[in-house]
């Protein structure tokens, strides 16, 4: 360990804020650099617009590690406006940070990049980390994502790229919205419910951050789901099962585009494809699961 703080640009999301909680349980110093103030705590705070340089620089001097959570969500409709931001919100603080970290007299020894295993598009086959990236709007954003972090990030630092699966929290999230419908009986299968669901309990996406953060073996391109990927159908019969409702009907695929475009005003995309990624480097690497099974996944998070 180290006294050296932790940064975590655009921490104020549920990821970053269940992160910094473990951090500054373990008496480590941590840093959020977002544009809004996140709940109160033992953090130090301080606001970034996530594209020039200002005061937020200095805490990169001297800093253990960045992780960086910053970019708009994908939970909306995919117009051309909303398109360029999901872009833009994630190439431009990767530049800003990577400018900073060269202007720093004592730079961070590890850089820690979330992407998403959405870069391998909508495919039924299994993806680990060497398959290569899928066609469609999303992987381009998680490819140009990626190669923005790779110009960026100087070759002094251990980089270590996290292409996360649908993180399952209690409280935030798709979790509790998908909770709700299940409860309320309309946790049938998506479209034709073979689409992949790459999944992760929120706890074991929190471990896998800190090992990032503290492992020097840690290094390269991982993914961080669960090794049980699941279909679209089997995922909502499991979910469905834990809130005690039996039934769901099943939801079209055009109702399911229907009801995304005009009532929750997001891409029907996010439901309607998917991919089953494997964890492969990170199982090499000895990390184990505290949540590998779906079932005891959801139970834990329904209680």
């Not at 809004?36 to 020039?52: K, L, M, R």
């Not at 309309?186 to 953060?213: P, V, Y």
């Not at 492992?215 to 679209?232: E, K």
């Not at 499991?238 to 009532?263: E, H």
Request: aromatic letters at 8%; one cysteine or more.
């Amino acid at each position: 360990m180290t006294d050296r703080p932790i940064i975590l640009a655009g921490g104020t999301g549920f990821l970053g804020m269940n992160l910094a909680r473990v951090l500054v349980a373990q008496d480590r110093a941590v840093v959020i650099l977002s544009r809004s103030q996140p709940e109160s705590g033992p953090w130090t705070w301080t606001q970034w617009d996530g594209q020039s340089q200002s005061d937020w620089s200095k805490h990169i001097d001297g800093a253990q590690a960045i992780v960086n959570f910053s970019g708009k969500s994908i939970d909306c409709y995919p117009n051309d406006e909303n398109r360029k931001m999901i872009l833009s919100s994630r190439e431009d603080p990767i530049r800003a940070l990577g400018e900073a970290i060269n202007n720093a007299p004592s730079p961070p020894s590890t850089w820690v990049q979330l992407s998403a295993v959405g870069i391998y598009g909508n495919t039924t086959n299994q993806c680990t980390e060497s398959t290569p990236a899928g066609d469609g709007f999303l992987p381009d954003v998680c490819t140009h994502w990626e190669a923005a972090f790779n110009q960026s990030c100087p070759e002094s630092l251990r980089a270590v790229t996290l292409r996360a699966g649908v993180v399952l929290g209690r409280n935030d999230g798709a979790f509790p919205l998908l909770r709700k419908l299940a409860k309320f009986g309309f946790g049938g299968a998506a479209g034709n419910g073979k689409q992949g669901m790459s999944w992760i309990h929120e706890d074991d996406m929190t471990s896998i951050l800190l090992r990032a953060i503290d492992d020097d073996s840690i290094q390269g391109t991982y993914n961080a789901c669960s090794p049980n990927p699941q279909s679209n159908r089997d995922f909502m019969k499991t979910l469905r099962k834990a809130v005690g409702m039996l039934f769901g009907p099943p939801a079209p695929a055009f109702a399911v585009r229907l009801g995304a475009r005009f009532v929750l005003k997001t891409n029907p995309d996010l439901v309607l494809e998917g991919q089953y990624a494997i964890p492969e480097r990170i199982k090499q690497a000895g990390f184990e699961f505290a949540y590998p099974q779906l079932e005891e996944a959801l139970q834990d998070l329904c209680k």
